[in-house]
């Protein structure tokens, strides 16, 4: 295994802690990404035991086969023909109490991550949803009319009015599907938080899926992108933080989906850096849309999911969207199960499948 990233966990362990959000946030996030590279050393090295238990189990068998009397006259003998198996059996002991101390490691530091989560947790400042913020003009569905700078075109000139008088004729709805049902955005993910509270109190709009970072994040239906926006560190969250559209999402997508005879609106915040998806782009259920990550007003990695059942059309929908960039279409922030002439807030938990 790596010796110096080893030797990163021990040093970060010795480090006196921190204790504003965004200093607790950010040593979470050097210990996460240490702790990942250091288990892929680890799991590379998973068959360590075996090995080593077969190169004894060969040394076993040759001493066996000397002369009993000379054995017997020379407990610790090294004969010539076994000094190679004495010596892979020593570099294989190494290695296996470098490989114990540092599961050991991976340990301590899992432990260091969730005393941080919960200082974090009990600060109790990501419990009220921020959702101040400009919207991200690049970021907006575009159709065909250019591919925006969020997935790498070059953005045109121009003021936030010029983009949001984009006409966008050219989106491709076409290929859509009404799906029968909504299919998991991450299966396996736990739920760390429900809709509309929190476990400790306080206001929660949408569901909260805990999974490691750079989980695969599928679309729960076919769709249209509305929006798509990547511009904050993967694991850059804490809690009060405003980054990202709407404040506090850090990464996210919005996306139209048409189930059985209803359109809904499925937002996803706190996503990593890496999409996969543009504005304007239509995609399959099941297709992985981005990677999951804890940017924004977050405490540690998840994926946060907000769902509105839509009163429109799919095309007033997308000209309600470029006029507002609001992601919940009338229903507001700070009521749950809200609704208003467009829309109604729905609860996650009643549409998705179980992970």
């Given at each position: 295994?790596?010796?110096?990233?080893?030797?990163?966990?021990?040093?970060?362990?010795?480090?006196?802690?921190?204790?504003?959000?965004?200093?607790?946030?950010?040593?979470?996030?050097?210990?996460?990404?240490?702790?990942?590279?250091?288990?892929?050393?680890?799991?590379?090295?998973?068959?360590?035991?075996?090995?080593?238990?077969?190169?004894?189990?060969?040394?076993?068998?040759?001493?066996t086969r000397l002369d009993p009397a000379?054995?017997?006259?020379?407990?610790?003998?090294?004969?010539?023909?076994?000094?190679?198996?004495?010596?892979?059996?020593?570099?294989?002991?190494?290695?296996?109490?470098l490989?114990?101390?540092?599961?050991?490691?991976?340990?301590?530091?899992?432990?260091?991550?969730?005393?941080?989560?919960?200082k974090m947790d009990a600060l109790h400042l990501a419990d009220a949803p921020v959702y101040a913020a400009d919207p991200v003009p690049?970021?907006?569905?575009?159709?065909?009319?250019?591919?925006?700078t969020a997935a790498g075109g070059a953005a045109e000139e121009g003021s936030w009015d010029a983009w949001l008088s984009v006409v966008c004729p050219a989106f491709d709805v076409s290929g859509l599907r009404a799906a029968d049902a909504f299919v998991h955005p991450?299966?396996?993910?736990?739920?760390?938080?429900?809709?509309?509270?929190?476990?400790?109190?306080?206001?929660?709009?949408?569901?909260?899926?805990?999974?490691?970072?750079?989980?695969?994040?599928?679309?729960?239906?076919?769709?249209?992108?509305?929006?798509?926006?990547?511009?904050?560190?993967?694991?850059s969250g804490y809690p009060g933080n405003q980054s990202g559209y709407p404040g506090g999402a850090g990464n996210s997508i919005l996306l139209l989906c048409p189930v059985q005879d209803r359109l809904y609106s499925v937002a996803l915040y706190h996503l990593s850096d890496i999409h996969h998806v543009r504005?304007?782009?239509?995609?399959?259920?099941?297709?992985?849309?981005?990677?999951?990550?804890n940017a924004g007003n977050s405490t540690g990695p998840h994926t946060h999911v907000e769902i509105c059942e839509l009163t429109m059309s799919l095309e007033e929908a997308v000209s309600y969207f470029l006029d507002t960039a609001d992601?919940?279409?009338?229903?507001?922030?700070?009521?749950?199960?809200?609704?208003s002439q467009k829309a109604c807030r729905m609860r996650p938990e009643q549409l998705l499948p179980a992970s």
């Open positions: 295994m790596n010796l110096f990233l080893m030797c990163c966990l021990f040093l970060f362990s010795g480090m006196p802690e921190c204790e504003s959000p965004q200093q607790l946030a950010a040593a979470n996030a050097m210990d996460r990404r240490i702790l990942m590279a250091v288990e892929q050393c680890l799991d590379a090295e998973g068959s360590l035991q075996e090995i080593l238990e077969q190169t004894r189990a060969v040394l076993q068998d040759r001493l000379w054995v017997q006259r020379h407990p610790d003998c090294r004969a010539e023909d076994l000094d190679d198996l004495w010596t892979e059996v020593q570099r294989l002991e190494g290695m296996q109490t490989h114990q101390r540092g599961r050991q490691a991976c340990t301590d530091t899992l432990e260091r991550i969730s005393r941080r989560q919960e690049e970021a907006m569905i575009l159709g065909t009319a250019g591919l925006p991450i299966p396996g993910a736990c739920v760390s938080a429900g809709t509309w509270s929190y476990p400790g109190g306080g206001l929660h709009l949408g569901l909260d899926l805990a999974a490691p970072l750079y989980t695969e994040v599928h679309a729960p239906a076919d769709g249209v992108v509305l929006y798509q926006s990547a511009g904050q560190p993967a694991d504005p304007g782009q239509s995609v399959r259920q099941g297709d992985v849309i981005a990677l999951s990550g992601f919940s279409f009338g229903t507001g922030w700070d009521t749950p199960g809200a609704c």
